[in-house]
């Protein structure tokens, strides 16, 4: 199991473009993943799951990957919240 801190830093925040791109990422990966934020968990590979979260900019998330593949989901995972869902140039 890999847990890392990560805070949003995309404007919109996990809206639903970004949301899709997030579980479509996951869904990848045999590994499960699991974000934390606002109280709230939400299954990484559920978009509906991951709206639900209600996360903002600057909102502070825990991601949690557990599985065979756990650590290359995490790496992706870092990548597309850094580049901020792509969203932004």
Known sequence: ?????????NKKG????????LAKTAMAFNASLEI???GKT???KSVMSIL?????IGTS???ISEGEDENQMMEAMVN????K???EI
Do not use: P, V, W
Not at 52 to 56: D, E, K, M, R, V
């Open 85 to 87: 869902f792509g969203e």
């Open 61 to 63: 998330t825990r991601l």
């Open 42 to 44: 939400a299954d990484g």
């Open 14 to 21: 996990l809206h639903a473009r970004a949301a899709t791109k």
């Open 1 to 9: 199991m890999i847990e890392k801190d990560i805070t949003i830093t």
């Open 52 to 56: 639900l979260l209600a996360a903002t």
């Open 36 to 38: 934390h934020c606002n």
């Open 80 to 83: 597309l919240f850094h580049d």
